[in-house]
Structures are given as structure tokens and as C-alpha cells.
């Protein structure tokens, strides 16, 4: 697995190891820290499918943004666990996406979250997603869904605006 880690079944896969920044003093990461795993999967996710964060600002002027996060704490993590984060698109909308995001130490799930994507223009305005990040998400969606007329170039997003 890269460090961006890889799509498969139309799932993200990546791992992350638990450093001592991570984790309160008794060594059990602290809940804030779920997010930011959560962050770098999700950017990471993007980075797999042609486009990163610079990309979309840059080339279609828009960002992504949280809209609504909750997270099911089911087990800790502690400091040097080697995690993997697997995040799914559960809904693709014009403007939104709607991700789980599943925290694993050796196939335990330790936390669960539910993810609402906003896609803003850099106006800060709901902006519609351009058919290329469309086309590059349509990776991400689950073996066998329909992918919405999604046209990718071997993985990889042209960058016509």
C-alpha cells in the first residue's frame, strides 16, 4: 500500500501508524485525533483518483468542506498501533457527498464515522461538482453501482475546465 494508500472494490484503503502526538498521556489516542486520521484518509482518497485538494482550487475553483460528522468510539487505539482507514462513498450528490469512514487496528473496528461533504466554490458558496470530479470519484463507488455517465481517463482526471 502506497502512502496515499489504494482503491479497491470501491473502497479507499490507507494505513497510518499512532505516534505519541496522537495520544493522551496514559498512550490511548485521543478522540480528536480519529478526525484527523479521518482528514488525511479522506485527502489521500482524493490523491488516489487524480485530484487533490490543490487541483480542484486551482483548476475548478472549489473545495470541500465538512458538513456534518459523527463518529462511533467503539474501541481505543494506542500509541504505535499500525490503523487502517477505509472510507466508501455512501451517496454522491450534486453538491455534497456523504462518506463512512471505518478505523480498523488488525480488522477491529475502533471507530465508525459518518461523513457530509459540502463542495464550496471559492466563494465559499455551494458550488455543483464538475463532471470530472464526478468522472474520478466514479472509482469509489461500490462494485457494480451505476457510476452516473463517469468517464475517467485511466484513473486520472483531464483537466478541462
Known amino acids: 500500500m ?3 494508500g489504494v482503491v479497491e472494490a470501491g473502497r479507499h484503503r490507507m494505513a497510518l501508524r499512532v505516534y505519541y502526538e496522537d495520544t493522551d ?3 490511548i489516542v485521543y478522540h480528536a485525533a480519529y478526525l484527523a486520521f479521518a482528514e488525511r ?4 482518497m482524493l490523491r488516489c483518483v487524480g485530484l487533490d485538494h490543490h487541483t ?5 475553483n ?5 458538513r456534518r460528522c459523527v463518529v462511533d468510539y467503539l474501541a481505543p487505539a494506542r500509541l504505535d498501533d499500525l490503523l487502517e482507514v477505509r472510507t466508501r462513498i ?3 450528490g450534486g453538491a455534497s457527498l456523504d462518506l463512512e469512514q471505518r478505523i480498523l487496528r488488525e480488522g477491529q ?3 465508525l464515522l459518518e461523513v457530509r461533504l459540502a463542495l464550496l466554490g471559492t466563494d465559499l458558496r455551494v458550488a455543483r461538482m464538475p463532471r470530472q470530479l464526478k468522472a474520478a470519484l466514479a472509482r469509489l463507488q461500490e462494485p457494480g453501482e451505476d457510476p452516473a455517465e463517469a468517464r475517467s481517463n485511466g484513473g486520472r482526471v483531464e483537466l478541462r475546465a
Open 109 to 111: 473496528l475502533l471507530a
Open 56 to 60: 480542484l482550487r486551482a483548476h475548478f
Open 2 to 4: 502506497s502512502d496515499s
Open 90 to 92: 455512501v451517496r454522491q
Open 25 to 27: 498521556a496514559a498512550g
Open 41 to 44: 484518509a479522506r485527502t489521500e
Open 62 to 66: 472549489v473545495v470541500f468542506t465538512v
